[in-house]
């Protein structure tokens, strides 16, 4: 299996996209621009990248295809404002790609309006249509910030939001030329209430249509996107003072993999020093692992044997066989190396 590196150069105008073997050995890179986020779609073998142009009188965006196998650029347009991270990258919330290819689907970041005393964005699904080459808005719109985005079921309009903020630990479900939109709670929780209970992570099993959500004490919860239907699949045990940052899960192997940094100084880095694992499909607890430094992001490989992480600090990306906890190989690359991405 090979790997992508995002780095974003310490947050510069511009970023780098790298390309490795399953070895680690380098394969290929790009240069991404600002606040670059990228998402690898299997069924197409192509990367999704969402790109800003910082630096001239005025702020540009671009949504770009490319190869992922060559790394080769094979579309470009420009596209309406789109939602932003401040920093390094947890995980990218990039675009995706419908089944059949046609529709690739990113968010429109609309003007601030206000939520009572608050100011917020307003989400807006957007597609750029490649048979007709014309981007496009979505009918349904959301006022609320975003975890997780994607397409979400077998039809090529399905659409789910992971929201926060003015919808706390709550997924938004629509359907592109629809203006009806439903929202599936995991739990009830008062808008702005940024507390423990509200979620701050997913991934999305789209071959079951289910999104597995994480908090900050380590509640995993379940939502099951085709029925409408959200449960708490575990609550992890975590000691006083372990917490778990944003975008630090993933899921591999039958399992469900949760990044917990071990105290507030971590925590506050987005850095993880153990990984926790359960059941996806029961809950049942089946490990806590200590990694050998702390990391940014992770990811672990499809049969479940590797664990990839990487860490902007020590410019460090590593990869650990799971079931002995060694170290099979580590590299130091790129100027701050932030998010893994898995590749073909």
């Not at 009918?139 to 090529?156: I, L, Q, R, T």
């Not at 997913?202 to 380590?218: A, E, F, I, M, P």
Request: glycine share 12%; hydrophobic share 35%; with cysteine.
């Amino acid at each position: 299996m090979s790997f992508f590196l995002l780095d974003p150069m310490s947050g510069g105008l511009s970023g780098m996209l790298y390309r490795f073997d399953g070895d680690g050995e380098p394969a290929g890179e790009i240069s991404v621009g600002y606040s670059a986020e990228a998402r690898y779609q299997p069924h197409t073998n192509e990367l999704v990248v969402l790109e800003s142009e910082a630096g001239g009188p005025e702020m540009k965006y671009s949504l770009r295809i490319l190869d992922a196998a060559r790394l080769e650029e094979k579309l470009r347009c420009e596209i309406p404002v789109r939602p932003m991270y401040a920093g390094y990258p947890g995980r990218s919330v990039a675009g995706s790609v419908s089944p059949s290819g046609r529709f690739i689907y990113f968010l429109h970041i609309g003007a601030a309006i206000l939520c009572g005393d608050d100011p917020t964005f307003r989400m807006v699904p957007a597609r750029l249509d490649r048979k007709s080459g014309q981007v496009q808005l979505g009918a349904f719109h959301v006022d609320s910030c975003k975890v997780d985005y994607g397409v979400a079921g077998d039809g090529e309009e399905g659409l789910f939001l992971h929201l926060s903020c003015e919808c706390a630990s709550t997924i938004a479900l629509g359907s592109f030329s629809s203006p009806d939109c439903g929202f599936l709670r995991m739990e009830t929780l008062p808008a702005r209430e940024h507390s423990p209970q509200e979620t701050n992570g997913s991934w999305l099993d789209s071959s079951r249509t289910l999104l597995y959500c994480v908090n900050r004490q380590g509640t995993i919860y379940e939502a099951d996107l085709r029925q409408r239907t959200a449960r708490v699949l575990a609550r992890l045990r975590l000691p006083r003072g372990y917490a778990v940052p944003v975008h630090q899960i993933w899921g591999a192997g039958g399992q469900i993999h949760v990044g917990v940094a071990e105290d507030r100084g971590n925590m506050g880095l987005g850095m993880v020093t153990e990984i926790w694992s359960v059941g996806a499909e029961t809950g049942a607890f089946v490990e806590r692992r200590r990694l050998p430094r702390p990391i940014m992001n992770f990811i672990v490989t499809p049969d479940n044997r590797r664990l990839l992480g990487v860490d902007p600090y020590s410019r460090t990306i590593f990869c650990q066989d799971r079931a002995t906890g060694e170290e099979v190989w580590s590299r130091r690359h790129g100027a701050t190396p932030a998010e893994i991405i898995p590749g073909p």
